[in-house]
C-alpha cells in the first residue's frame, strides 16, 4: 500500500526497523506463553498505519529521536492489544489471513497476552518522561474501551443512524489514530495549531480507514481482508453499508437486512451482498470515506510543507484505493 511512495520507498524500512527493535525487545517476557503468542500477534503482519503515524508527525515537525520509535512501538502494542481482545469477543477465527491468537491458544491465554501487551504499552509511555503523553493514552485508550462497549451494544441494532455509527468507528479506531499523530506531535514539541492539526489529521485518517473496512466486508476478499468477508454480518454488526441499505434500499432490502442483523446469521451474506452490488452503497460509503481524507489532507495546510507531510497527503489518499 505505502510502497509507491517516494518517502516510503526511501524511508519506511528503516523507520520500521527502528520500531521493531523495540517491539522484539518488549514482547519479551520470562513466561514463555506470553512470549510466544506475543511474537506471534505482532509478527504476523499489518500495515503498521498508527506507528507510522506517530513517526511521520514527528519527523514532519523535524523530530527524530529513539523516543519517537519507542513511541512508535507503544501505539503498536496497545493497537494490537486491542485486536486480541476484540478477537475473543467476536470469536474471530481469521486476523490477518492466519489463524488468531485466541483460535490457536484458547481464549483466556489470548486475553492475558492482550493485558501484559497494554500494560507493556504504559512502561513505553513512561519511558518518554512526558505527563502529556501519558495524559492523552490514558484518555484515548478509555475513549476506545467505550467505543468497544458501544459497538457490543450496537449489535444487532437496526435502528441505529449513520451519526451513531460514526461515533462508535471515531471511538474505537479513530481515536487511536488521533493520538498517534498527537503522540509525535507532542515528542516534537509542536505548537499548539501545529498539535491539533497533526490530532485532526489522525482523526479523519482514522475515520477513513474504518469505513473503507467496512466497505470491504462486502466487496473485497480474504487475502484483501484478512478475515472472512461476510464477518461483520455474522457478528450482528451494523456497518455503513447496512445502515445506507436499512435507509435507502428497497422495502425488500430494508427487510432482510433487518431480518439479518437480527439473526446474526453468515447464511444471509449472498442475498445481502447482492443488494449491496446492485444499489449505490458502495459508492456511497466511498463518497463518506473520501470525504474524511479531503479533510485529512486539509490539515496538513497548517504544517510545514516538506518531503514528509507530502507523503502524509499521499498516504490519506491511498488509504481509499484497497477499497477501488
Avoid: W
Wanted: net charge negative.
Amino acid at each position: 500500500m505505502l510502497t509507491a511512495i517516494p518517502y516510503f520507498q526511501q524511508n519506511l524500512e528503516a523507520d520500521l526497523s527502528r520500531v521493531n527493535v523495540v517491539i522484539n525487545r518488549a514482547v519479551q517476557s520470562d513466561v514463555a506463553l506470553i512470549s510466544q503468542i506475543g511474537t506471534y500477534i505482532i509478527g504476523s503482519g499489518g500495515k503498521r498505519l498508527r506507528p507510522i503515524l506517530t513517526i511521520l508527525s514527528g519527523k514532519c515537525l523535524g523530530y527524530d529521536d529513539d523516543k519517537l520509535y519507542s513511541l512508535a512501538a507503544m501505539v503498536e502494542f496497545i493497537h494490537t492489544s486491542t485486536l486480541l481482545h476484540d478477537d475473543v469477543v467476536d470469536e474471530s477465527e481469521l486476523r490477518r489471513g492466519r489463524k488468531t491468537a485466541n483460535n490457536l491458544f484458547g481464549n483466556a491465554a489470548a486475553v492475558l497476552v492482550g493485558d501484559f501487551l497494554y500494560t507493556r504499552a504504559f512502561q513505553l509511555m513512561v519511558g518518554s518522561g512526558s505527563l502529556k503523553i501519558l495524559e492523552v493514552m490514558a484518555d484515548a485508550t478509555n475513549i476506545i474501551a467505550e467505543g468497544e462497549v458501544m459497538q457490543l451494544m450496537n449489535i444487532g441494532n437496526v435502528d441505529i443512524t449513520e451519526q451513531q455509527y460514526l461515533q462508535v468507528i471515531q471511538y474505537k479506531t479513530a481515536k487511536l489514530f488521533e493520538a498517534a499523530a498527537q503522540v509525535g506531535a507532542i515528542l516534537a514539541g509542536a505548537d499548539d495549531e501545529q498539535e491539533r492539526a497533526l490530532k485532526e489529521f489522525g482523526m479523519y485518517m482514522g475515520t477513513a480507514f474504518q469505513i473503507v473496512d467496512d466497505v470491504l466486508d462486502y466487496s473485497g476478499s480474504v487475502e484483501q481482508i484478512g478475515k472472512n468477508v461476510g464477518d461483520d454480518l455474522a457478528e450482528g454488526k451494523p456497518t455503513l453499508p447496512l445502515i445506507y441499505l436499512m435507509q435507502q434500499g428497497s422495502q425488500a432490502a430494508r427487510q432482510d437486512v433487518r431480518t439479518a442483523l437480527q439473526n446474526a446469521d453468515r447464511a444471509y451474506f449472498d442475498k445481502i451482498h447482492q443488494y449491496v452490488t446492485e444499489s449505490d452503497v458502495l459508492e456511497y460509503c466511498m463518497t463518506q470515506a473520501k470525504e474524511a481524507v479531503n479533510q485529512a489532507i486539509h490539515c496538513l495546510k497548517r504544517l510545514p510543507d516538506n518531503e514528509v507531510t507530502q507523503a502524509m497527503r499521499q498516504m490519506a489518499e491511498l488509504s481509499v484505493v484497497r477499497a477501488a
